[in-house]
């Protein structure tokens, strides 16, 4: 660690600075706003979940949908990755979520859009515990 001396001789320990990957200053110990890496948030209760039906959610102030499709459990946010509509508001039907603004459907396995590869969802990390659906992924935002 540095030091830093003032007018006064005054010695002050100064923490090196680090760059995130966006090129912005990261204080030690710091998490921007963001999440820690190990911290699972609930967005909504196990029962609003049912086969095939989309349920919209919370995690902390951030809209997140989540989809029971066989036994698999998706999630990912609840914006369209080309228009930025809630998608939310649009069908669930064969795996695939349709956006309401424009049409275009994403496969909620994989987060790709067949017409439009360019695009995909951003899926994130879930999982069911005690009853909540909780997801984990501190760079979704």
């Not at 095939?52 to 499709?69: C, Q, S």
């Not at 603004?101 to 396995?109: A, C, I, L, N, T």
């Amino acid at each position: 660690m540095e030091r830093c001396r003032g007018e006064h001789s005054v010695d002050v320990p100064v923490p090196p600075l680090t760059r995130n990957v966006k090129g912005r200053i990261r204080l030690p110990g710091s998490h921007e706003g963001r999440w820690p890496v190990d911290e699972w948030k609930r967005v909504l209760h196990g029962d609003r979940v049912t086969q095939d039906r989309m349920a919209r959610g919370f995690a902390g102030t951030r809209p997140v949908v989540v989809v029971r499709v066989g036994e698999q459990l998706r999630a990912f946010r609840d914006r369209c990755p080309h228009a930025g509509a809630p998608l939310s508001g649009g069908d669930l039907s064969d795996g695939r979520v349709r956006c309401p603004r424009h049409g275009w459907s994403f496969d909620v396995s994989g987060g790709t859009c067949a017409a439009h590869p360019d695009y995909s969802l951003r899926l994130l990390e879930v999982r069911e515990r005690d009853g909540w659906i909780e997801v984990l992924d501190p760079e979704v935002f």
